[in-house]
């Protein structure tokens, strides 16, 4: 990219991105999704064993079994997983809203309430990799904001007996989350949107009011199609990392940071923007070393040498700054001699990591941040999931008579204006003698 000028933009079509179809995705999703709102528990049934090898016989996850998992689980694991919780609650706790009243006249007043959705179905992968670390993400700030009902779903595996991995369902155990369903894919996220009834009419799961949580591009297309139906967070894709970087930078540290989130998903995304010819080289070289020394690498090798993935060289820092901001990563990396300066003029990015000793790796399990993060460029417009996700603003208005008198007129001018004359009666109904002058 050097010597070009492009318009911010333009940056954002020529910045490393992942191919993703989420359009083309729907039509096959979408069969899926009708199939579950006509049919119910029989069509997730069918769905996961089609896509998961799995036949349920009960899509919800035994008490017991969670207990089970949580007994069973390795205390170091348990109590990397019992830091990451508290610190995560530390941070979504600082995030609660309180109600506000705005007093505009004598009598005359606006409050705002902030009110939770009564329920959520957090979506937890599987697949690729096991994320205990998502569960504490989506279920932290969901109870953090008062939310009645959490119910947790992750797709059933084969090697664990249908149920979701015994890591997640301990982590959901931990939490005090005890209903788990095992069920993945679109049909997870039509479940939850719909509710599911068995053959007897019985309601086995009861809809939600939102889903959240990353998912494959089946999910992120399942949740695209039944948005309207149901809120959602974001339609996440793969993940990715961008990091701006100047001669300061360790080369070995940006290299392992960027195999870091390449291991997630061949479809990652792994971007360095740098001015530095020398950095980019170094990095390069790290790069061939520590990937054939990594244990997925050939999932690592396949996301770097992805179109969403590159080395984009600069003519300085400034440029650097235009760069990142355009492509608007999920996780951002700032390794300069000024990071904390350049971290505060970040427009655009799902979460900013400051200088060499704030790796990604440390916001996906125990910064306290959330990384449940909007990706695909999306950061330019969204946030990451947060206790606001779960809460509604509601604004309730308290007029006397008094204080109606006092605007009355405006209210009828502009319906006047608006040419809507019931709404000017409305008020005018409220004062037979005529409008206050």
């Known amino acids: 990219m050097r010597g070009q000028v492009l318009h911010h933009r333009e940056l954002r079509g020529v910045v490393p991105r992942a191919a993703l179809d989420v359009e083309g995705a729907l039509a096959v999703v979408r069969p899926i999704c009708d199939d579950v709102r006509a049919r119910g528990v029989a069509a997730v049934v069918e769905a996961t064993e089609r896509f998961d090898g799995v036949r349920l016989t009960d899509l919800r996850v035994p008490v017991a079994a969670l207990q089970e998992a949580l007994e069973a689980l390795d205390p170091t694991v348990r109590a990397a997983l019992e830091e990451s919780v508290r610190r995560a609650r530390l941070v979504h706790a600082d995030q609660r809203r309180t109600s506000s009243t705005v007093r505009l006249a004598p009598g005359g007043t606006v409050t705002e309430r902030w009110v939770p959705v009564e329920r959520v179905g957090l979506y937890v992968p599987g697949g690729l990799a096991v994320y205990p670390s998502s569960v504490v993400m989506n279920v932290v700030p969901a109870q953090e904001a008062g939310v009645e009902q959490i119910a947790v779903t992750s797709p059933a595996q084969k090697d664990f007996g249908g149920l979701p991995h015994p890591t997640i369902l301990a982590a959901c155990a931990l939490l005090g989350v005890d209903e788990v369903y095992a069920v993945g894919g679109a049909q997870a996220v039509a479940m939850f949107a719909y509710g599911a009834r068995d053959a007897d009419g019985a309601l086995v799961v009861p809809g939600v009011d939102i889903v959240t949580g990353p998912g494959n591009i089946y999910v992120a297309a399942a949740k695209r199609l039944l948005k309207g139906v149901i809120g959602i967070d974001s339609e996440a894709g793969p993940t990715e990392i961008g990091i701006l970087a100047d001669d300061s930078a360790v080369p070995s540290e940006v290299a392992a940071d960027l195999i870091s989130q390449a291991e997630h998903d061949p479809m990652a995304g792994a971007v360095l923007v740098t001015p530095s010819v020398a950095l980019a080289e170094a990095v390069q070289a790290e790069l061939v070393v520590q990937v054939a020394a990594t244990k ?108 109606l008198a006092g605007v009355a007129h405006h209210v009828v001018a502009l319906a006047d204006a608006e040419d809507l004359p019931a709404h000017g009666q409305a008020v005018r109904a409220r004062f037979p003698d005529g409008l206050p002058a």
């Open 296 to 403: 997925h690498r050939d999932r690592v090798a396949t996301a770097l040498a992805g179109p969403q993935s590159a080395l984009v060289l600069v003519d300085d820092l400034e440029a650097g700054m235009e760069v990142v901001d355009a492509y608007a990563a999920e996780h951002l990396e700032i390794h300069t001699v000024d990071a904390r300066e350049r971290a505060t003029r970040v427009r655009n990015a799902g979460a900013v990591f400051v200088g060499r000793w704030a790796p990604v790796s440390l916001g996906d399990y125990c910064a306290g941040s959330n990384h449940v993060l909007p990706t695909g460029g999306c950061a330019c417009f969204s946030s990451g999931l947060s206790v606001q996700t779960f809460l509604r603003g509601v604004h309730v208005v308290d007029y006397d008579e008094q204080a």
